[in-house]
């Protein structure tokens, strides 16, 4: 779905300010290395551009910002309506992140933040509206993993504190924290990150996106045993 195509955006919601990083595909995704092979980065560079490609058509996003320092990656993103922010160099990821919501509240003061992991590429853009709805209730919340261990999305509201606590077992740091787990039974693409094989197989039976499916469509071709 394009920017174009975004779906009405729901009487009285929050338009939210989405931060999302994107790591260079060249070194993104590295335990897909067994699988993919050479077609790791560009199936990293397809996830990130399809879950953000998403978020943008969501009608609770009033704007993306990718932090990411990969440039080709950028400019893909930049021409679908991201705003493209560099990372900081040695930050972290919870450094970049802060970094991207002082950016968006500089620009919209007022706005409710949101960070987002960049390999969902199963999201759908209501899926994401029905767990940002969700957000508006509490000052902070969160969306766990499918595996119950990471966060996949989280949430400050307007005029609150954004601390987000990404890595590791993030999702019991989140709630250690006081943010509110959005326990949700209709948000499966919210929840479904990438980080194994067995992952990418169940996001593509979700569905995944136009550039994720493409990606996978030349890596599990069949080779041709009298090609050169």
Same mark, same amino acid.
């Given at each position: 779905?394009?920017?174009? !195509?975004?779906?009405?955006?729901?009487?009285?919601?929050?338009?939210?300010?989405?931060?999302?990083?994107?790591?260079?595909?060249?070194?993104?995704?590295?335990?897909?290395?067994?699988?993919?092979?050479?077609?790791?980065?560009? =199936?990293? /560079?397809?996830?990130?551009?399809?879950?953000?490609?998403?978020? =943008?058509?969501?009608?609770?996003?009033?704007? $993306?910002?990718?932090?990411?320092?990969?440039?080709?990656?950028?400019?893909? =993103?930049? !021409?679908?309506?991201?705003?493209?922010?560099?990372?900081?160099?040695?930050?972290?990821?919870?450094?970049?992140?802060?970094?991207?919501? +002082?950016?968006?509240?500089?620009?919209?003061?007022?706005?409710?933040?949101?960070?987002?992991?960049?390999?969902?590429?199963?999201?759908?853009?209501?899926?994401? +509206? =029905?767990?940002?709805?969700?957000?508006?209730?509490?000052? #902070?919340?969160?969306?766990?993993?499918?595996?119950?261990?990471?966060?996949?999305?989280?949430?400050?509201?307007?005029? $609150?504190?954004?601390?987000?606590?990404?890595?590791?077992?993030? /999702?019991? +740091?989140?709630?250690?924290?006081?943010? $509110?787990?959005?326990?949700?039974?209709?948000?499966?693409?919210?929840?479904?990150?990438?980080?194994?094989?067995?992952?990418?197989?169940?996001?593509?039976?979700?569905?995944?996106?136009?550039?994720?499916?493409?990606?996978? #469509?030349?890596?599990?071709?069949?080779?041709?045993?009298? +090609?050169?």
């Amino acid at each position: 779905m394009s920017t174009q !195509e975004r779906l009405a955006q729901p009487s009285g919601s929050v338009g939210w300010s989405l931060v999302v990083p994107v790591k260079p595909a060249a070194i993104g995704k590295s335990r897909l290395a067994p699988f993919a092979g050479q077609h790791r980065t560009g =199936l990293a /560079r397809a996830m990130a551009i399809d879950t953000i490609g998403a978020a =943008l058509a969501c009608p609770s996003v009033t704007e $993306v910002l990718a932090i990411t320092p990969d440039p080709e990656s950028g400019a893909v =993103l930049a !021409e679908l309506g991201a705003l493209v922010v560099p990372d900081e160099p040695t930050g972290g990821l919870n450094a970049a992140l802060g970094h991207g919501c +002082a950016l968006a509240r500089a620009r919209r003061p007022d706005c409710a933040v949101a960070a987002m992991l960049a390999d969902l590429p199963a999201l759908r853009p209501q899926e994401l +509206a =029905l767990a940002l709805a969700a957000a508006q209730a509490h000052p #902070t919340s969160f969306v766990g993993d499918a595996a119950g261990i990471g966060t996949t999305l989280y949430c400050a509201n307007q005029g $609150v504190a954004f601390a987000p606590r990404f890595g590791g077992p993030s /999702r019991a +740091a989140h709630l250690s924290s006081g943010a $509110v787990e959005l326990l949700l039974p209709t948000i499966p693409s919210v929840r479904k990150d990438v980080d194994t094989e067995e992952d990418l197989h169940q996001a593509r039976d979700l569905g995944v996106g136009p550039r994720t499916d493409a990606a996978l #469509t030349a890596l599990l071709r069949p080779v041709d045993p009298g +090609a050169d």
